[in-house]
Nanobody, 125 residues
Framework: VQLVESGGGSVQSGGSLRLSCAAF????????MGWFRQAPGKEREGVAA???????TYSDSVKGRFTISQDNAKNTLYLQMNSLEPEDTAMYYC????????????????????WGQGTQVTVSS
Protein backbone atom coordinates (compact mmCIF):
# COMPACT_ATOMS: atom_id res chain seq x y z
CA VAL A 1 0.00 0.00 0.00
CA GLN A 2 1.18 3.55 -0.76
CA LEU A 3 0.15 6.50 1.41
CA VAL A 4 0.24 10.10 0.19
CA GLU A 5 -0.38 12.98 2.60
CA SER A 6 -1.46 16.49 1.70
CA GLY A 7 -2.94 19.57 3.32
CA GLY A 8 -0.08 20.83 5.41
CA GLY A 9 0.89 24.48 5.52
CA SER A 10 1.56 27.50 7.69
CA VAL A 11 -1.11 29.00 9.93
CA GLN A 12 -1.28 31.32 12.87
CA SER A 13 -2.06 30.16 16.37
CA GLY A 14 -5.75 29.40 16.71
CA GLY A 15 -6.12 28.51 13.06
CA SER A 16 -7.21 25.26 11.42
CA LEU A 17 -5.92 22.83 8.84
CA ARG A 18 -7.21 19.57 7.41
CA LEU A 19 -4.74 16.91 6.45
CA SER A 20 -5.58 14.17 3.97
CA CYS A 21 -3.94 10.80 3.39
CA ALA A 22 -4.83 8.92 0.22
CA ALA A 23 -4.17 5.17 0.21
CA PHE A 24 -3.29 3.28 -2.97
CA UNK A 25 -3.00 -0.46 -3.41
CA UNK A 26 -4.28 -3.10 -1.04
CA UNK A 27 -6.40 -1.13 1.39
CA UNK A 28 -8.39 -4.12 2.63
CA UNK A 29 -7.76 -6.04 5.82
CA UNK A 30 -5.92 -3.24 7.53
CA UNK A 31 -6.54 -2.95 11.23
CA UNK A 32 -5.42 0.58 11.99
CA MET A 33 -4.72 3.92 10.39
CA GLY A 34 -3.11 6.72 12.27
CA TRP A 35 -1.60 10.17 12.22
CA PHE A 36 1.79 10.75 13.75
CA ARG A 37 4.04 13.77 14.02
CA GLN A 38 7.69 14.51 14.54
CA ALA A 39 9.16 17.84 15.51
CA PRO A 40 12.87 18.59 15.04
CA GLY A 41 14.92 16.92 17.74
CA LYS A 42 11.97 14.98 19.09
CA GLU A 43 10.76 11.43 18.71
CA ARG A 44 7.84 10.59 16.48
CA GLU A 45 4.61 10.53 18.46
CA GLY A 46 1.12 9.27 17.84
CA VAL A 47 -1.55 11.92 17.44
CA ALA A 48 -4.73 10.08 16.47
CA ALA A 49 -5.72 6.66 15.21
CA UNK A 50 -8.81 4.92 13.88
CA UNK A 51 -9.39 1.20 13.62
CA UNK A 52 -11.33 -0.89 11.15
CA UNK A 53 -14.46 -0.57 13.31
CA UNK A 54 -14.23 3.20 13.36
CA UNK A 55 -13.07 3.49 16.95
CA UNK A 56 -10.78 6.44 17.52
CA THR A 57 -7.91 7.18 19.87
CA TYR A 58 -6.29 10.56 20.54
CA SER A 59 -3.24 11.71 22.39
CA ASP A 60 -3.96 13.92 25.37
CA SER A 61 -2.22 16.85 23.70
CA VAL A 62 -4.73 17.01 20.83
CA LYS A 63 -7.90 15.63 22.38
CA GLY A 64 -10.77 18.01 21.81
CA ARG A 65 -8.92 19.91 19.08
CA PHE A 66 -8.18 17.29 16.42
CA THR A 67 -10.58 14.87 14.76
CA ILE A 68 -9.60 11.81 12.76
CA SER A 69 -11.96 10.40 10.17
CA GLN A 70 -11.92 8.23 7.07
CA ASP A 71 -13.82 7.97 3.83
CA ASN A 72 -13.64 4.30 2.86
CA ALA A 73 -15.14 4.95 -0.57
CA LYS A 74 -12.25 7.29 -1.35
CA ASN A 75 -9.63 5.30 0.60
CA THR A 76 -8.72 8.55 2.33
CA LEU A 77 -7.88 9.35 5.92
CA TYR A 78 -8.35 12.85 7.33
CA LEU A 79 -7.15 14.84 10.30
CA GLN A 80 -9.09 18.00 11.07
CA MET A 81 -6.93 20.21 13.27
CA ASN A 82 -8.53 23.14 15.06
CA SER A 83 -7.22 25.60 17.63
CA LEU A 84 -3.70 24.97 16.45
CA GLU A 85 -0.85 25.94 18.73
CA PRO A 86 2.85 26.55 18.02
CA GLU A 87 3.54 23.26 19.84
CA ASP A 88 1.69 21.46 17.02
CA THR A 89 4.43 22.43 14.57
CA ALA A 90 5.87 19.22 13.12
CA MET A 91 6.03 16.94 10.12
CA TYR A 92 2.82 14.94 10.09
CA TYR A 93 2.72 11.38 8.78
CA CYS A 94 -0.07 8.93 8.18
CA UNK A 95 0.51 5.23 8.65
CA UNK A 96 -1.31 1.95 8.48
CA UNK A 97 -0.80 -1.65 9.46
CA UNK A 98 -2.39 -5.00 8.80
CA UNK A 99 -1.49 -6.72 12.05
CA UNK A 100 -3.80 -7.04 14.99
CA UNK A 101 -1.27 -5.71 17.46
CA UNK A 102 -1.77 -2.10 16.36
CA UNK A 103 -5.24 -2.27 17.90
CA UNK A 104 -3.66 -2.77 21.31
CA UNK A 105 -1.49 0.35 21.14
CA UNK A 106 -2.81 2.44 18.25
CA UNK A 107 -0.61 5.47 18.95
CA UNK A 108 2.69 3.54 19.02
CA UNK A 109 4.69 4.32 15.86
CA UNK A 110 6.74 1.12 15.96
CA UNK A 111 3.60 -0.96 15.44
CA UNK A 112 2.99 0.52 11.98
CA UNK A 113 4.79 -0.73 8.89
CA UNK A 114 3.47 1.51 6.12
CA TRP A 115 4.13 5.23 6.11
CA GLY A 116 3.56 8.23 3.91
CA GLN A 117 6.22 10.79 3.10
CA GLY A 118 4.84 13.41 5.48
CA THR A 119 3.40 16.90 5.23
CA GLN A 120 4.73 19.90 7.16
CA VAL A 121 2.53 21.85 9.56
CA THR A 122 3.87 25.13 10.93
CA VAL A 123 1.97 27.17 13.49
CA SER A 124 3.19 30.65 14.34
CA SER A 125 2.31 32.61 17.46
Amino acid sequence: VQLVESGGGSVQSGGSLRLSCAAFGNTYSRYCMGWFRQAPGKEREGVAAIDNDGSTTYSDSVKGRFTISQDNAKNTLYLQMNSLEPEDTAMYYCATDYRYRCLLHPLTPSLYNYWGQGTQVTVSS
